[in-house]
């Protein structure tokens, strides 16, 4: 039965790394050409439309969906039940969005945002679908049907967007791929979940689920704060130009930094939910994933602090220079964020929620602090803020970990060792590298790239040559069982 799960887990978790592999890379190759067709201000507005968007999500999801994952045993009353409940939810929230637009708009002072805003909230009402649909998949670890419906989503969201933006659409562009992309979504994962929705509600059913949906929410809606009171702040001080360069630099870390831990937490959140009750088993399993992820994140965020200026000026172009060092600066945060993000699947899987709720409140109240005092710096400052926040917070996460489970400032240490020291390594190979390059490359150059690229690949093999960690070793045979795993599982469905 361990075996199983394991096995299980480890094909979900490559599913999902093929999905966020196909999806980034599209979005990546998408934001180049977007960038060069639309102009930072309509960046700056579809931002401004997402921080409404985010928190209406944040308003229907209830933790109904988490608890279909959660539970041990699930049965078909209970998911038309957490259906029913969550179409009336974000039904309502449509309306209300649809109707308060126009206010919103005012606040932050650009009356376009209300169209926008009216258009793409119909997606809530679609979500509905998918929200049950996937968490029925998620529950069997079945992420090949997510990940297909997925990817078609990301071809379809980012090809509509491109055409439309070519026919000069500005904005629209962004806001129509979205909405048209929804409805291919849900179409998939509907027909790969088998869900026929229905209509039914029982009281009893729902005040069960409610207790642990509801905290869950509440979480959820820290985290929308957390997630936008930055845009919010700069949108509402700085304008909408300075959120379009703040935007496009936060997305670009982002991009990495959430994805490698989307790529383990889904499925590590259902694998956890089985084990739950063996803490010993919950540790063991959650160093090696924290220290797997921590190989991955520490060379891609110090590469990417090195090659910000070659990428931003190469892919983006020159008028997105600004991107450049808020950029840099929060690749220290992403890193920061992937290890104490690392831990979320066990903290709803275990239901630590209301020790990371304090922790969530303490980090928002010094979040929107830091940045008010550090705003008059412009999008650097606010950049810095958020590094600081970071860190504070992520201590607070690895805290309740320490207190609630068999798990030492040791085991964090075992996890950080190897790639801290190859990290140090990789730092120092491309001070060196620049200061013998820059005479000759200009730092935002092509050649350059390659050169720093260079260097950050000989700095981990010098530094594997030197420490000789078994990790880094451990990790690629990981990688190569879930491959054979993945193919496997591939041909089957064939």
């Known amino acids: ?170 904005v629209w562009s962004l806001i129509l791929g979205e909405v048209f992309s929804v409805v291919v979504n849900m179409i998939l994962v509907l027909i790969y979940a088998r869900f026929v929705p229905r209509i039914y509600f029982k009281f009893a059913i729902f005040k069960n689920l409610y207790s642990y949906g509801m905290r869950v929410s509440f979480v959820q809606y820290l985290d929308y704060f957390i997630n936008n009171i930055d845009y919010l ?35 590590l959140f259902s694998a956890f939910s089985r084990i739950k009750e063996d803490g010993q088993r919950v540790v063991k399993n959650l160093t090696q994933v924290l220290s797997y992820t921590s190989l991955v994140a520490y060379p891609i965020l110090i590469g990417l602090i090195f090659l910000a200026p070659s990428l931003v000026y190469n892919m983006y172009g020159p008028k997105w220079l600004h991107t450049i060092i808020p950029l840099q600066i929060m ?36 979040l929107g602090g830091s940045i008010l005092l550090f705003i008059p710096y412009g999008i650097n400052g606010v950049a810095v803020a958020v590094v600081l926040s970071s860190i504070v917070y992520t201590l607070l996460i690895v805290r309740i970990m320490i207190k609630r489970l068999p798990f030492t ?22 001070l060196a590298a620049l200061k013998f390059a820059l005479p000759y490359f200009d730092i935002k150059s092509i050649p350059m790239f390659f050169i720093l690229s260079a260097a950050s690949l000989a700095a981990l ?14 990790l690629l045979s990981e990688f190569s069982t879930l491959f054979q795993k993945f193919s496997a599982a591939k041909k089957k469905s064939v």
């Open 1 to 170: 039965m361990a075996k199983d799960l394991k096995e299980k887990t480890k094909v979900a978790v490559f599913w999902n790394i093929f999905n966020i592999l196909f999806s980034k890379t599209s979005r990546l190759i998408t934001s180049i050409i977007l960038a060069r067709i639309l102009f930072p201000e309509d960046f700056g507005l579809y931002g401004l439309t997402l921080i409404v968007i985010r928190f209406g999500r944040r308003l229907t999801n209830f933790g109904f969906s988490t608890v279909l994952i959660q539970k041990k045993e699930i049965d078909k009353s209970e998911v038309d039940t957490v259906f029913t409940a969550s179409f009336v939810i974000n039904l309502t929230v449509f309306l209300v969005l649809f109707f308060g637009a126009p206010y919103f708009s005012q606040f932050v002072r650009s009356p376009q945002v209300t169209q926008l805003i009216k258009v793409i909230s119909l997606t809530f009402i679609l979500n509905t679908f998918i929200m049950v649909a996937e968490s029925l998949l998620k529950r069997d670890l079945n992420f090949k049907g997510i990940s297909i419906a997925r990817s078609a989503r990301s071809v379809f969201s980012y090809s509509t967007a491109i055409v439309l933006a070519i026919l000069d659409f500005g």
């Open 331 to 366: 690749c220290v945060s992403g890193l920061v964020k992937t290890i104490g993000s690392t831990f979320f699947p066990v903290i709803f899987a275990l239901d630590f929620i209301n020790q990371r709720i304090k922790a969530q409140v303490v980090y928002l109240v010094l």
């Open 233 to 267: 702040l700069i949108g509402r001080f700085l304008g909408t130009e300075a959120l379009g360069y703040y935007e496009r630099a936060f997305n670009l870390m982002d991009m990495t930094r959430r994805q490698i831990g989307r790529s383990m937490n889904e499925a």
């Open 409 to 430: 400032i040791s085991n964090l240490w075992q996890t950080q060792k190897a790639p801290f020291l190859y990290g140090i390594f990789q730092v120092v190979f491309n």
């Open 461 to 474: 093999g010098t530094a594997h040559l030197i420490f000789r960690e078994s990790a880094y070793k451990n």
